[in-house]
Nanobody, 116 residues
Framework: QVQLVESGGGLVQAGGSLRLSCAAS????????MGWYRQAPGKQRELVAT???????NYADSVKGRFTISRDNAKNTVYLQMNSLKPEDTAVYYC??????????WGKGTLVTVSS
């Protein structure tokens, strides 16, 4: 099993920046892809960004050029650097780990609130 703990959320003004962290523990060597997803009130959870063990990244169109996903394998941590934040980025951000065998795990989420 994999345990994921997110941190770094908070309240920020529009145009500001935040960095989210997701620390993984447990069966970390079985993880293939890690990613960030978000869920705004009344909306479905959506992909924000993913990163593979090889470092390949993928971003939602809405965050391209503003958000950067990265991973520190030595610390078993994935980061999401969020710049030029907009009120529509307000959501609970979740970390996800996908294992090679297809199993996936979610963190409990961290709230990001962007004020206008």
């Amino acid at each position: 099993q994999v345990q994921l703990v997110e941190s770094g959320g908070g309240l920020v003004q529009a145009g500001g920046s935040l960095r989210l962290s997701c620390a993984a523990s447990g069966d970390i060597f079985s993880i293939n892809v890690m990613g960030w997803y978000r869920q705004a009130p009344g909306k479905q959870r959506e992909l924000v960004a993913t990163i593979t063990t090889g470092g390949s990244t993928n971003y939602a169109d809405s965050v391209k050029g503003r958000f950067t996903i990265s991973r520190d394998n030595a610390k078993n941590t994935v980061y999401l650097q969020m710049n030029s934040l907009k009120p529509e980025d307000t959501a609970v951000y979740y970390c996800r780990a996908l294992q090679w065998n297809g199993l996936n795990y979610w963190g409990k989420g961290t709230l990001v609130t962007v004020s206008s």
